[in-house]
């Protein structure tokens, strides 16, 4: 059975920082893409980081330069650090097996100005 962690959201100052990660048991992250979503309210979900088994990163256009995914093969778990964070990044961030219904509960990440 896959399952999905995700921690490290909270409450951060507009231009802060912050790293989530996605702790993952019953599937190797390495052999696998991973990806990271979130969704605001009132909004539709949107990727916003991809990790493929090769190690490539694609990126949602309004974080590219702020965000990097990465993962840690012997923790076996995926990370997404974010840097000078806006307002409008605030949302429930979800980790994800990337293309499979196996999805994380979620960490709120909230921005204030």
């Known amino acids: 059975q896959v399952q999905l962690v995700e921690s490290g959201g909270g409450l951060v100052q507009a231009g802060g920082s912050l790293r989530l990660s996605c702790a993952a048991s019953?599937?190797?992250?390495?052999?696998?893409?991973m990806g990271w979503y979130r969704q605001a309210p009132g909004k539709q979900r949107e990727l916003v980081a991809v990790i493929s088994s090769g190690g490539s990163t694609n990126y949602l256009d309004s974080v590219k330069g702020r965000f990097t995914i990465s993962r840690d093969k012997a923790k076996n778990t995926v990370t997404l650090q974010m840097n000078s964070l806006k307002v409008e990044d605030t949302a429930v961030y979800y980790c994800n097996l990337f293309g499979s219904s196996y999805w994380g509960k979620g960490t709120q990440v909230t921005v204030s100005s």
């Open positions: 019953g599937t190797i992250i390495s052999v696998n893409a």
